[in-house]
Each structure stands twice: as structure tokens, then as C-alpha cells.
């Protein structure tokens, strides 16, 4: 009997369909050596003087060496100068494309998946995130910083062939980003309760469906995910924000970060991937209210959404999805996967 | 020069991208053209009527017998449904989550009995059929008590999902209202409540003023690209009159139904070189006599070429990045002579 469940953020339902369940090998990505003749040049180290440093974190003994870099997109669609200048046309709401667009290059080597980037490197890296959200957030404009990285093994659709993150800095709050911070809320006015922290609490006893755990952190696959091996990394203490997580953790984000993507890339023969950071948004217009909750209710955590199978319409259409894989099973496989870190 | 969008109804931003020339050509390199290239293993096809579960529902214009060759248009439920017809939702709790039994009903439509032909081809008349055959299921699936939701829509081509070659759309009844219907609802009864009008009968009013996105018009459909499109080339075709859901169209608006659709689907290809598409058809949910959803919801159909990758950001920010605008594709469009 396939089932429906509900995401208790969000309130999305999702089919979690085991006549049509699929074994984890079924989803392994094929090889494609279609690509393996073509050797793609690194367009960022190729043409190093068109893209301008904003900030970088560099070797301390030897200035010329950095580690993390972010540099502003090419073709990037927001741009930092100008008035958001909102407006109405009849029933429509426009406003001027402002905002931040930027490249975070997360190591100076060609190594494409972040899973294969060091611990060292990939704490660096959330410095880096944390750097930027903080000088971002002074921008009065400015809304919402959405964090986000799409993985490609596939190096002729690269042309950066550096593992990086995307950052977009926007006058506006997301819509998904909206439906979280609702039902986050929702849920905190009735029970005075984060539901991540419940849902972080519940998934501890039941098991089935936690992927990995350390002394600040759990990785869980979601209860309503919507792709097979869909996993949500969460931090322990509950906390709004991710620029105000101590550095001190990092080291465990890391190792977490790390071993779920290095057990999707040897389970499922290096899928490409999408991950997104959630984070709450700044503290503007409402949400700076004293009496807003959202310190309270919401809880920063980070989105891993592996691409193994193609959303058909329907699921864009009506935000109803069909999961072929139930997510005890995804979190059985993953950690039986052995990645020795 | 970039700007934000937002849709009036879903309250979706999307970022669209004036400066962007987009060349259909240069899209079509993205994407294979959908070929038909498994005849011989296809259980669509008149002669295998027997590998699919029993017919529901068919049009048989020769008067043949059920579950035989002679139909036009057949539908059958899915022998690898996504929800099952037998059971009781059984709604339940698992600690803080809410789960049920996957209860609902999961039917094929098979367009065409030519394995070769595509919906777009079907003539304005066969065209008409497949979709009396929509309302002819969607009245039927009213009468099941369990649900609550009818969903139509149609996967064309490997990359927008299809796992069959052979034309097909698909009906899922759910018992409970998809969100993003129901995201619609809530923007819709917002806008009725204050206005006491149809946001999408003013929404189309606006787009015929404004012109500029209009790509077809008859006497009872228009065929526009979104002020908020989430891709490129997507359109949206709607009834001028007001009317909540498929199942009430007359026969004669059936007609130009089949023509609006019929037209969208052939600029499509055209112009797109036979691109993946999806088509879904959005509907108020099934109603009882108490429902006001009648008033202020406004069916429509939404078809989305499947020619850019959508990524990571996408999914997680619910925010789209549109390249090229809407205008610039309605034109397009337009221009198509098919």
C-alpha cells in the first residue's frame, strides 16, 4: 500500500509509493562517457582577471595562496547598486532586479565535489558563508541571503571546475523560505515548542530514519522527502541563524557534510546533487518586532537533494510529488555505506 | 536590466531577464527532439488491449467491444499506480507527523491509438474526444466520496517524465486538496473577498489590454505566456467565462477548448522542434453544496516546455530565474505559422 505523508513544516503531502519502490541500485547513476574525451578549460583560473575578488581567505604566510575565494557571478542577474523601487501594474507587483549574485570558489585545486575537499577546507568555506552573510546583512535593502550549491559530475556542463556555492542576496524572502517561517510559527504558537527541535527529538528515538549523527549535529532523511535520498542536516542547539552558529562547530558540520555526501557518491556512483542552506531571514519590518518569535521558532538547517530521477510535470504543477523510494529504506542504505572518516 | 515578478495569485517572485535574447535554436540543442522509437514493445497500441488493466472509459466510434481494437481515445487505470483504488485513508498519526494510506485513483488516458501520432497532431475533432473523455472521468471520480482533488496533466517526452512513448495524459484523484492548488485557492478567495470579483476573469481582462503576451485568442479561450512565467515559452490557456472546473464545459466551449489546446501545442512544436513539455490542468476541487471555491476559482491549463534545467535553487527557494521575458517568447509564439 503506498502511503501519503505530510511534511509537518511545510504541510506538503508527498506519495511515498512502494508499488512502484525502486531498490538503490535501480537509482544508480549510469556512467556517461560521452564526456570523458572532452576537457573542458577552467573558465575562473583561465580568465582569472575578469573576475573581481570580493573577499577571500588566504594562506597567512603567504599571500599570494587562498583557499576560499568569492568572486561576483558572471552574467550575474542582481545587481548591487540602485533602488528596489517597487511598483504595481494592474494586478502584478514588480521591482527592480537588486541584490548580490556571487561565486564562493571553495578551493583553489580543479576538485569538483565538495565531498572530496578536506575537513580543514570545508570549515573554511562555512567561515567564509558566515563572513559574507554578516557584511550582507547591513544592506538595509536586503532580505534574505539564499546559500545554495547544484553539483554536476558531469564536467563538460561545467566551466568552473572548482567545487563552489552560489550565494544570491535578495530584497525579497523566497517563497519556500516564507512557508517554512509560517508553519514554523504555527506550530511554536500552540506548542511553544520549535518543531525542529521535535522533529530532531523524535527522529533520535525512532531510528529509522537518522543517516548520522555527532555531538552537534544529525542527519536525517526527511520523513515526507520528495527525491529518493533526500537528507536534511540539522544542529543540535536550536538556533535561528546560521551566521550565528559558533565556529567551534564547524569542524562537526564538516565531518557530517562531508560523510553524507562521500556515502551518496560511493552508494550512488557520484549523483549530481543540490544543497541549500536555510537559514532565517533578517530581521526586517515585522520579524524586527520584539514580539516576533522567530528566534524561537525557526532553526537553520541545511537541504541535500540528490537528482536521480526526473520530476515530471505534474509535480511542478501541483506541488504533489511522487517518491519511489520510502525513507527508512534511503536511510538503511546510506548508513550501512562505509566512507572511513 | 533584471526585475522581480511576482504572481498575483500564488505570490511566487520569479526573476526575469530583459536583457537575455533567448533563440529557440540555440534552446534545442539543450533538449533530443521526442522520438517514437519502441513500437514494437508497446502495450498502448490497438491488439494489446489485454496488457492493460480493464477500460474505464472509451471512445468507440465503430461501436466495437470493450477492451478490443476500434477506439480512438481509451482510458484504463495504471498497472503501476502511484495510489491505489481498494482501502480506507486511515489518516493517522506518527508522532508529530501526519500520514494516511495512499488511497486515490490512477488512470491513463491513451490520446491516440497511433503509436506515432502526438496530441498536438490530433485533428480539432479527435482532439475533442480525448477531452470529453477528461470530463468524463472527472464526472465519474466525483462520486467517490474519498476524494478530494482530481489532477490532469500529461508528461510528453523522456526528460518532462514520461515513462510510455506512446501519447498518453494521466488523471490522479487524491484525497486531500496539492498544495499548490491549494496556495491558488487561498490567493483566489483573498482577492474575492475584498473585490468580489474572479482574480483570473481580471487576469485575462488584463492581459488582452496589455496585449503583449498574447499568443491566441477565440471566442471562449486565450492563450497567453504568464506575466510571471517560472520557463521559458510557458503558457497558460484559460475560458473567458467564468467557470471553476473542466467537467462544466458545454459541448460547443469543448470545442474551442480543443482548438485552443490544439494551437498552443503545435506553436510549441514548431517553433521548439518538438520540445518535452508538460501540460497540467489546474481545477477547483471536488465541491459540495457548501463550497464558495465555485465563485472565485477559475479553471486553467499551464504548459511547460521542459527545455531548461531546473536546479538546486530552484527547488530550494521556490524563486525561478526566467531567462529572457515572457513578452519576448509570447512574440515568438505568436509569430508561429503552423
Avoid at chain 1, 59 to 69: L, R, S
Avoid at chain 1, 322 to 327: A, E, G, L, R, S
Avoid at chain 2, 190 to 195: A, E, L, S, T, V
Wanted: glycine fraction near 4%.
Amino acid at each position: 500500500m503506498p502511503e501519503l505523508r505530510r511534511d509537518p513544516v511545510v504541510g506538503r503531502w508527498v506519495i511515498i509509493s512502494q508499488e512502484r519502490s525502486k531498490r538503490p541500485k535501480d537509482l544508480i547513476v549510469e556512467i556517461n562517457n560521452d564526456s570523458a574525451n572532452v576537457s573542458p578549460a577552467c573558465d575562473f583560473c583561465d580568465n582569472r582577471n575578469e573576475y573581481k575578488e570580493i573577499v577571500s581567505l588566504r594562506d597567512p604566510n603567504n599571500k599570494e595562496k587562498f583557499y576560499v575565494m568569492v568572486v561576483p557571478r558572471k552574467n550575474h542577474l542582481l545587481k548591487i547598486e540602485g533602488e528596489v523601487n517597487r511598483k504595481g501594474r494592474g494586478l502584478y507587483d514588480i521591482m527592480e532586479g537588486v541584490g548580490a549574485h556571487e561565486l564562493v570558489i571553495e578551493t583553489p585545486e580543479h576538485t569538483l565535489n565538495m565531498a572530496d575537499l578536506p575537513l580543514e577546507q570545508i570549515d573554511k568555506v562555512f567561515s567564509v558563508f558566515t563572513m559574507r552573510i554578516k557584511e550582507l546583512s547591513t544592506d538595509n535593502r536586503l532580505k534574505y541571503v539564499m546559500i545554495y550549491k547544484n553539483y554536476t559530475p558531469d564536467i563538460s556542463k561545467n566551466t568552473i571546475l572548482h567545487s563552489r556555492s552560489n550565494i544570491m542576496a535578495m530584497p525579497v524572502n523566497p517563497k519556500r523560505v516564507k512557508e517554512k517561517l509560517a508553519g514554523a510559527k504555527k506550530y511554536y504558537e500552540y506548542h511553544e515548542r520549535c518543531v525542529f527541535c521535535d522533529i530532531i527529538r523524535q527522529e533520535k528515538e525512532m531510528g529509522v530514519r537518522l543517516i548520522e549523527e555527532n555531538d552537534d549535529f544529525v542527519a536525517i532523511s526527511a520523513f515526507a522527502g520528495r527525491f529518493p535520498f533526500e537528507m536534511t542536516i540539522l544542529p543540535k542547539a536550536h538556533n535561528a541563524d546560521f551566521h550565528h552558529c559558533p565556529p567551534e562547530k564547524f569542524r562537526n558540520l564538516s565531518a557530517i557534510l562531508k560523510s553524507v555526501l562521500l556515502k551518496l557518491k560511493v552508494g550512488l556512483n557520484d549523483p549530481a546533487y543540490s544543497i541549500v542552506l536555510f537559514s532565517a531571514p533578517f530581521r526586517r519590518g515585522y520579524l524586527s518586532r520584539p514580539s516576533s518569535s522567530l528566534n524561537e521558532d525557526f532553526h537553520w538547517h541545511i537541504e541535500i537533494m540528490p537528482q536521480l530521477t526526473r520530476t515530471a510535470g505534474f509535480e511542478w504543477g501541483s506541488g504533489f510529488y511522487i517518491n519511489p523510494m520510502p525513507p527508512e529504506d534511503a536511510a538503511e542504505f546510506l548508513k550501512n555505506i562505509e566512507v572511513g572518516l | 536590466m533584471t526585475e522581480f515578478r511576482r504572481d498575483p495569485i500564488a505570490g511566487r517572485w520569479v526573476i526575469v531577464n530583459h536583457e537575455e535574447q533567448i533563440d529557440p535554436k540555440e534552446f534545442s540543442m539543450l533538449y533530443p527532439a521526442v522520438q517514437k522509437v519502441n513500437q514494437d514493445k508497446c502495450f498502448f497500441c490497438p491488439g494489446k488491449e489485454w496488457a492493460t488493466p480493464k477500460e474505464v472509459y472509451a471512445y468507440r466510434p465503430d461501436g466495437s467491444p470493450a477492451d478490443a481494437p476500434g477506439w480512438k481515445v481509451r482510458v484504463v487505470p495504471n498497472k503501476f499506480p502511484a495510489l491505489v483504488i481498494e482501502g480506507d485513508i486511515d489518516r493517522r498519526p506518527v508522532g508529530l507527523y501526519d500520514m494516511s494510506n495512499g488511497v486515490g485513483a490512477h488512470e491513463v488516458i491513451i490520446e491516440t491509438p497511433d503509436h506515432n501520432q502526438t496530441l498536438a497532431d490530433l485533428s480539432f475533432e479527435d482532439m475533442a474526444e480525448v477531452i470529453k473523455a477528461y470530463r468524463a472521468r472527472l464526472l465519474d471520480l466525483k462520486h467517490d466520496k474519498r476524494f478530494k482533488y482530481m489532477l490532469i496533466f500529461k508528461n510528453f517526452g523522456l526528460s518532462a517524465g514520461a515513462s510510455v512513448e506512446h501519447d498518453h495524459s494521466q488523471i490522479i484523484a487524491l484525497p486531500m486538496v496539492p498544495k499548490n492548488v491549494h496556495e491558488e485557492l487561498l490567493g483566489a478567495e483573498r482577492y474575492f473577498k475584498y473585490r468580489e470579483r474572479c482574480i483570473f476573469c481580471d487576469l485575462w481582462q488584463q492581459e488582452k489590454q496589455e496585449a503583449e503576451r498574447i499568443v491566441y485568442e477565440n471566442s471562449q479561450f486565450i492563450t497567453f505566456c504568464p506575466f510571471v512565467s517560472r520557463f521559458p515559452f510557458e503558457m497558460c490557456i484559460m475560458p473567458k467565462e467564468h467557470m471553476s472546473c473542466l467537467a462544466e464545459l458545454s459541448d460547443n466551449a469543448l470545442t474551442e477548448f480543443a482548438k485552443a489546446l490544439k494551437d498552443a501545442l503545435k506553436r510549441l512544436q514548431t517553433l521548439l522542434n518538438n520540445p518535452p513539455y508538460n501540460f497540467v490542468i489546474h481545477i477547483a476541487p471536488v465541491q459540495n453544496e457548501y463550497s464558495e471555491e465555485k465563485e472565485y476559482y477559475h479553471w486553467h491549463v499551464e504548459i511547460m516546455p521542459r527545455i531548461s534545467r531546473v536546479a538546486g535553487f530552484e527547488w530550494g527557494s521556490g524563486f525561478y530565474i526566467l531567462p529572457g521575458s515572457p513578452e519576448e517568447s509570447a512574440k515568438m509564439l505568436k509569430q508561429v505559422i503552423w
